[in-house]
């Protein structure tokens, strides 16, 4: 025996109009928070962050911790321009000594490869100069987003489980900061992480050239880079001081309004 229920025209033409309204609004919502501008934080918020990067930069146990978030960006920078230039991406490890792998498909030699292995060392503080002008045009939610969504595509490619771990981690601090953090906080933390990502893109540069200084770091980028190109490894360690240097003192200016 079945059942027949009264029929309401009006009742179900009503539900899904409303439904589809409600859809709409909210993707509208999304992406106005996506793209829509935010206020500027106070001049002190700007030094006390930069404050707190120094903290996480220059003593040497917390740089030890602190540098896996600029591996990540270096190794997501090796891979992402081997995706761009065409490469086959393997895979990426990152290691708990902070040290990263990238492996890539294609020619062992070329601008693709060049390209590739010149990503690494300039990843971060080009990462930071980028960051520093979405924020200096007041875009502090698309910054986080893009990070996260970065991180995301990275995750996909990680292949050991103390980098998937560490992507995750760094990953899911933007994503909470960005969706349930007040403004001020999502501000602070902004400007926090690409202040670091310019000042942390500095130092490993410094160390990559003290360790070739005593015989050390045989196959670095700049070492890769002076095979593949025949220019000496210490023109491309130059290039990479110049990139890391000019995106700090620019991104910089940008952070702190000077420019």
Same mark, same amino acid.
């Given at each position: ?89 393997? #895979? ?19 601008? #693709? ?147």
């Amino acid at each position: 025996m079945t059942a027949t229920l009264p029929w309401h025209p009006t009742t179900t033409a009503r539900s899904p109009r409303t439904i589809v309204d409600t859809d709409i609004t909210s993707a509208a919502d999304l992406w106005d928070r996506l793209t829509g501008l935010q206020e500027a934080p106070a001049q002190w918020l700007v030094l006390a962050t930069l404050a707190a990067a120094l903290v996480f930069v220059l003593p040497r146990g917390l740089w030890r911790l602190s540098r896996n978030a600029i591996t990540i960006a270096h190794e997501g920078g090796h891979g992402l321009i081997a995706v761009l230039t065409g490469r086959r991406l393997d #895979g990426i490890r990152l290691h708990s000594d902070t040290s990263g792998l990238t492996v890539s498909r294609g020619r062992p030699d070329g601008i #693709g490869m060049i390209l590739t292995a010149a990503a690494g060392y300039t990843a971060p503080s080009l990462l930071g100069l980028g960051g520093a002008w979405l924020l200096s045009a007041h875009r502090i939610t698309l910054l986080l987003w893009a990070a996260t969504a970065l991180l995301l595509a990275m995750l996909a490619m990680i292949r050991n489980a103390y980098g998937a771990v560490t992507v995750v981690l760094t990953g899911g601090t933007f994503l909470l900061v960005s969706w349930l953090a007040e403004a001020e906080v999502q501000a602070g933390f902004a400007y926090a992480a690409v202040w670091f990502l310019l000042l942390g893109g500095v130092r490993p540069v410094f160390e990559l050239q003290g360790k070739r200084r005593h015989g050390g770091a045989p196959d670095s980028d700049a070492d890769q880079l002076a095979r593949l190109t025949n220019v000496p490894p210490a023109l491309w360690l130059f290039l990479f001081h110049t990139v890391s240097l000019c995106s700090l003192i620019g991104g910089g200016r940008w952070l702190l309004g000077l420019s």
